[in-house]
Nanobody, 127 residues
Framework: QVQLVESGGGSVQAGGSLRLSCAASGYTYTSYSMGWFRQAPGKEREGVAAINTDDSRTYYADSVKGRFTISRDGAKKKLYLQMNSLKPEDTAMYYC????????????????????WGQGTQVTVSS
């Protein structure tokens, strides 16, 4: 059974930093592309960042470029999202997701490419 469990969310003031973690189990972790999505109240779930199966490419939403960094540790089966210079508009529930095939620059942000999802971790940024 494939499982993803996020952690690391919390409340922080604008300009602060958080690091989200996603622990994976139940499958060959490195054969999956991984992504972070977020959903604010009343809004659609949107792609934040993704990393493809061989870690050769990373992708970011324009709104987080230069502030967020996605990475993973294959040995530990963990995915990370380092979030710096946080803004109130970054407030959302953040979800870790896995896709059983490679993603590209044109597909990494499609929710439907990802077939495994975590339960989410809340990030709240106050001004």
């Amino acid at each position: 059974q494939v499982q993803l469990v996020e952690s690391g969310g919390g409340s922080v003031q604008a300009g602060g930093s958080l690091r989200l973690s996603c622990a994976a189990s139940g499958y060959t972790y490195t054969s999956y592309s991984m992504g972070w999505f977020r959903q604010a109240p009343g809004k659609e779930r949107e792609g934040v960042a993704a990393i493809n199966t061989d870690d050769s490419r990373t992708y970011y939403a324009d709104s987080v470029k230069g502030r967020f960094t996605i990475s993973r540790d294959g040995a530990k089966k963990k995915l990370y999202l380092q979030m710096n210079s946080l803004k109130p508009e970054d407030t959302a529930m953040y979800y870790c997701a896995a896709a059983s095939s490679s993603v590209s620059g044109g597909t990494w942000f499609w929710r439907y490419r990802y077939n495994v999802w975590g339960q989410g971790t809340q990030v709240t940024v106050s001004s």
